[in-house]
């Protein structure tokens, strides 16, 4: 059985203290990061696609972080601000949602 040569090289840019800490726990392990980066790349082949989920977390809202009584006292503020016709145009609630989603994807 005869290895593969390995002649193609890798030029990536990644933030000092990334690399550090990765580098630091590999030579714990006795891998060194071409190894690595050749598996990743095996397994990118094998997979046909990254080989773990790339997904975008659910940004937490307040409400995520109310406790019920909390969420029950912003609710009846919000009863009876309704009932005194306090309110605000649909477009400004609508444009105040837009502007979070932005915050939260950036």
């Given at each position: 059985?005869?290895?593969?040569?390995?002649?193609?090289?890798?030029?990536?840019?990644?933030?000092?203290?990334v690399?550090?800490?990765?580098?630091?726990?590999?030579?714990?392990?006795?891998?060194p990061?071409?190894?690595?980066?050749?598996?990743?790349?095996?397994?990118?082949?094998?997979?046909?696609g990254?080989?773990?989920?790339?997904?975008?977390?659910?940004?937490?809202?307040?409400?995520?972080?109310?406790?019920?009584?909390?969420?029950?006292?912003?609710?009846?503020?919000?009863?009876?601000?309704?009932?005194?016709?306090?309110?605000?145009?649909?477009?400004?609630?609508?444009?105040?949602?837009?502007?979070?989603?932005?915050?939260?994807?950036?």
């Amino acid at each position: 059985m005869t290895m593969a040569t390995k002649t193609a090289n890798v030029l990536a840019r990644v933030e000092p203290e990334v690399k550090e800490e990765a580098e630091s726990i590999l030579n714990q392990l006795g891998i060194p990061a071409s190894v690595v980066i050749n598996m990743l790349y095996k397994q990118i082949i094998m997979t046909k696609g990254i080989p773990f989920s790339l997904t975008l977390h659910k940004a937490p809202t307040a409400v995520d972080e109310m406790s019920k009584d909390e969420f029950d006292s912003m609710m009846a503020k919000g009863l009876a601000q309704a009932k005194a016709n306090e309110s605000r145009p649909a477009s400004d609630v609508l444009s105040d949602i837009r502007n979070n989603i932005k915050e939260w994807t950036k």
